[in-house]
C-alpha cells in the first residue's frame, strides 16, 4: 500500500452533493465496471441532493448508515454506506464503498472500511456482509485486510454495469460476539 493521506469516515450531510456529483461526473467511466449504470442526472448537483436526501431518510429510519470518505485534509474521496441494516435475531447489514480514481491505490478503502466497521459495532450489529465482482480483486484485498472471509458465491446477485453479475460473498462477525455458533 502506497503511503498517503489518513482516511476518516463522516455522515453524509446534504451539502455534500456538489463534491459527489463532481466526483461521480469525473470518475464515470472509473467507477462503470463496479457500479449499476446510472441516468446522467445522478452526476450533477441536483442528483446527489435527490440522493442525498433519500440516503438520509433511510439514516433517519435506521435501516443505514449513509457516509462519505475524508482523507486527512478533509477531502471526500468516496462513498460508504452500512446498507439494509437489519434488526432482530440478525442484526447485520450490508457494506457498499467506493473510491475516486485521484485517490485509488493509498489505502483509503481499507482505513475507511475499519473505520465503519467500528461504526458497525457501536450500532450493536453482529455481522457486516459485503460482495464484489469476482473479477474485483482489489476490494477483495480490502475486505480480507479488515477481517472478512469469503462465504459464497451469488450468481447474478447484482445489476452492475447494465447486466446482472456474479458476486463473491464476504463477512465479518463483531468480535465482541464471543458465543458465536460454528455449525
Known amino acids: ?15 455534500d452533493a456538489d463534491v459527489l456529483a463532481e466526483l461521480y461526473a ?61 434488526r432482530g435475531a440478525g442484526q447485520y447489514a450490508s457494506l457498499g464503498y467506493w473510491v475516486a480514481e485521484s485517490h485509488n491505490g493509498r489505502g483509503l478503502a481499507t482505513q475507511a472500511v475499519a473505520a465503519m466497521l467500528d461504526i458497525a459495532w457501536s450500532l450493536g450489529l453482529h455481522r457486516v456482509e459485503a460482495g464484489t465482482l469476482v473479477e474485483n480483486q482489489a476490494s477483495q484485498r480490502v475486505l480480507t485486510a479488515n477481517g472478512f472471509t469469503r462465504f459464497g458465491l451469488a450468481p447474478a446477485y447484482l445489476r452492475i454495469d447494465d447486466r446482472w453479475q456474479d458476486h463473491i460473498l464476504f463477512q465479518v462477525l463483531n468480535p465482541a460476539d464471543a458465543q458465536v455458533s460454528r455449525a
Open 1 to 15: 500500500m502506497a503511503a498517503g493521506p489518513a482516511a476518516r469516515v463522516r455522515l453524509i450531510e446534504l451539502t
Open 26 to 86: 469525473t470518475n464515470r467511466e472509473f467507477l462503470a465496471p463496479w457500479e449499476p449504470r446510472r441516468d446522467a442526472s445522478f452526476a450533477t448537483p441536483e442528483g446527489q441532493s435527490i440522493a442525498v436526501r433519500g440516503l438520509l431518510h433511510f439514516y433517519e429510519q435506521g435501516s443505514c448508515w449513509p457516509g462519505v470518505i475524508l482523507t486527512d485534509d478533509d477531502a471526500i474521496a468516496g462513498r460508504i454506506s452500512l446498507n439494509n441494516i437489519a
